[in-house]
C-alpha cells in the first residue's frame, strides 16, 4: 500500500499547525513548525495567500488525513460509512478515525507516535480480547480490551514511550490499568475527546459536491 514517506515535519508546515508526526520531538524546540512558521518551499517566508471556500475545504481534508495517516481512498470509504450512520456526518468522521487500532494504541500510550503505533500493530504485537490483531485501520468497539504481547513491554521503544505518557493525557473514552497493562475501550469516542481543531464541516461540504 502507498505511504507518504517524505519529510513530516514539511507536513505539519503545511498545514499552519503541529500535527504530532513525530512523537517526542515535536513537544521541544526542535519543532521545524517552531524553527520555521511558514509553508515550505524555495521561496522561504512569503506572504500566506488568501484560500478560496475551495482552499479551506481542501486543507481541513488533508489535515485530518494527515494526522491519522490515511490515504484518500480509505478516507472517502470513512466518509461513506460516517453518511450512512445516525447523527452528524462529521462527528461520525471524527469518530470513525479515533476508533482505528492504531490510534488507540497511540492514545493508550504503548508508541509515542502513530507511525511507530502501526508498526506494532502491522507487525503483529498487538491484540484485542486475545486475539492478534495485525490491521492497522481495524474499528475497535466498546468493550475492547487492547493490550501488546508479553514480550513487547520489555522493548525499549514501548517502555520509553509509557515513561512519556505524560505528554498526551489519556481521553476520557479509554482506560487503562498498569497492573494488568491493558487498555479498554469505555465507549466509542465523541467530538468533544477529538483535541485537534478541525473544522469537519468544510470536509462534508467538500464530499457533498
Known amino acids: 500500500m502507498a505511504r507518504y514517506t517524505g519529510p513530516k515535519c514539511r507536513l505539519c508546515r503545511r498545514e499552519g499547525m503541529q500535527l504530532f508526526l513525530k512523537g517526542e520531538r515535536c513537544y521541544t524546540e526542535k519543532c521545524s513548525l517552531k524553527r520555521r512558521p511558514y509553508p515550505p518551499g524555495i521561496h522561504g517566508p512569503v506572504k500566506k495567500p488568501r484560500l478560496s471556500i475551495y482552499g479551506l475545504q481542501l486543507r481541513e481534508k488533508q489535515k485530518a488525513k494527515r494526522i491519522y495517516g490515511v490515504l484518500e481512498r480509505q478516507f472517502r470509504r470513512y466518509f461513506e460509512m460516517a453518511r450512512k450512520m445516525t447523527g452528524n456526518t462529521g462527528e461520525n468522521l471524527l469518530s470513525i478515525l479515533e476508533r482505528r487500532l492504531d490510534n ?106
Open 104 to 209: 488507540v494504541v497511540y492514545r493508550l500510550g504503548f508508541a509515542i507516535s502513530r507511525s511507530q503505533a502501526r508498526e506494532l500493530v502491522s507487525h503483529g504485537h498487538v491484540l484485542v480480547n486475545g486475539r492478534k490483531v495485525d490491521i492497522p485501520s481495524y474499528l475497535v468497539k466498546e468493550g475492547d480490551v487492547v493490550t501488546l504481547k508479553e514480550k513487547m513491554w520489555e522493548n525499549s521503544f514501548v517502555k520509553y514511550a509509557l515513561q512519556r505518557k505524560d505528554l498526551r493525557p489519556l481521553p476520557e473514552w479509554l482506560s487503562f490499568d498498569p497492573n494488568k497493562k491493558e487498555g479498554r475501550i469505555l465507549r466509542l469516542p465523541e467530538r468533544k475527546d477529538i483535541v485537534y481543531p478541525i473544522q469537519e464541516s468544510l470536509i462534508v461540504e467538500l464530499y457533498s459536491k
